[in-house]
């Protein structure tokens, strides 16, 4: 009887976690083509969005007005600071930028998000990004962070 009632319970937990899995893959944006670098510079960086990263990260890099991370004013430039980098700040250095196919270990999806595990939650003093925005980045650094 003891043993039929661990057994029952383990499968329950099992039918949970299978459940959790799946939603985990429905979640993944369900078919839809994984984001490209050239769609986040034009949504994040040019000084005319919302997000206006470049108001802060175009200058030169400086821990004090943009963490060290100078992104330059065009796209190749910015892909340059992101790829290969480690973060030099005071707050989060040591971290790597992008890392391809990781999202959950790059800093650069890791600030955009409501809690940060360093510093503030970017863009500094701006919104927060919209869900399917974040969607965009963790899905183009899951595909590999290809310059696309
Ligand atoms: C108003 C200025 C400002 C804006 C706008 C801004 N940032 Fe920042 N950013 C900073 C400052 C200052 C730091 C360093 C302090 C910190 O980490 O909180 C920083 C740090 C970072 C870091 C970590 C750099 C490192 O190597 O440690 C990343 C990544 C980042 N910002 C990305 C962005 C992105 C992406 C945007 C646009 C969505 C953005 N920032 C908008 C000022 C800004």
């Not at 043993?3 to 369900?30: E, F, Q």
């Not at 769609?39 to 990263?53: H, K, S, V, Y």
């Not at 943009?66 to 250095?93: F, H, K, P």
């Amino acid at each position: 009887m003891r043993t039929l009632r661990i057994k029952l319970r383990l499968r329950a937990r099992h039918a949970v976690l299978l459940a959790v899995s799946a939603a985990g893959c429905g979640s993944d944006g369900g078919g839809e083509p994984p984001g490209t670098f050239t769609e986040i510079f034009e949504t994040l960086f040019p000084p005319t969005t919302n997000a206006r990263c470049n108001f802060c990260h175009s200058m030169p890099a400086s821990d004090i007005s943009n963490g060290n991370l100078s992104t330059g004013m065009d796209q190749a430039s910015a892909y340059a600071a992101l790829i290969d980098v480690v973060s030099t700040s005071s707050r989060c250095g040591g971290k790597p930028l992008v890392v391809p196919f990781h999202p959950e270990e790059s800093l650069f999806l890791d600030k955009l998000m409501g809690k940060p595990t360093c510093g503030d939650r970017m863009p500094l003093g701006g919104m927060a990004l919209s869900e399917s925005e974040l969607e965009v980045v963790r899905s183009w650094i899951e595909a590999g962070a290809k310059d696309d």
